[in-house]
């Protein structure tokens, strides 16, 4: 008796999808700092806590308002790109609109962010499918702060998969060190578990 062939639902394309784009703690902390550059960031604060598969991106970038906060993991949405013209323009980072939406999928997210030039800070906590389930006003600097929290909790066997944690933590130092020597002017810090790791500076 052979299976036929069906057409996977959409939470499970998406659950797979997610997988491809995000594979370890290292791609979290890439997808996140390419964000915070592409919003004009020149100094990133990374934290990582590996028991609670957790990281926190945080910028003095241009920060999003509510509007643009409720659309951040939607699926196929970006403020780079608008048309297929603009794929050959493209001069940021990030364009495809992929990485919060598959975190949403594999991750709990939460965003908080404050648009460069307004009084307001906003907090939103997204579901699964990437859709805005919680909204209040919070207090903080322009620019924004990304938390991915209990990464593949729903997917056990990527965990067990995934390397020890001294060679996670080399993934994570070695991403930022790369991404760093391309942007000399932004200054880093990166934490783990509550205490200061390393500082990169202009």
Request: aromatic fraction near 6%; proline fraction near 4%; charged fraction near 20%.
């Amino acid at each position: 008796m052979t299976c036929g062939i069906q057409t996977l639902p959409k939470e499970v394309v998406n659950l797979i999808a997610a997988g491809e784009v995000i594979d370890s703690l290292a791609a979290v902390v890439r997808e996140l700092v390419e964000n915070a550059l592409d919003a004009g960031a020149t100094r990133i604060v990374v934290a990582v806590w590996f028991e609670q598969w957790r990281v926190r991106v945080a910028d003095n970038g241009t920060g999003m308002d509510v509007e643009n906060l409720h659309k951040a993991a939607t699926a196929h949405s970006t403020s780079k790109i608008r048309s297929s013209d603009d794929l050959w323009k493209i001069t940021s980072l990030g364009f495809r609109g992929e990485a919060l939406h598959s975190l949403a999928a594999l991750a709990q997210v939460e965003i908080l962010s404050r648009l460069r030039g307004t009084a307001d800070g906003w907090r939103v906590v997204y579901n699964s499918q990437g859709e805005p389930v919680e909204r209040s006003v919070v207090a903080i600097a322009p620019g924004t702060v990304v938390s991915v929290s209990n990464l593949f909790g729903n997917w056990p066997v990527r965990r067990k998969g995934l390397p020890s944690v001294a060679q996670q933590l080399k993934a994570i130092q070695s991403t930022i060190y790369q991404i760093a020597l391309c942007h000399p002017h932004v200054t880093w810090q990166v934490q783990q578990n509550e205490r200061p790791w390393f500082t990169l500076s202009p």
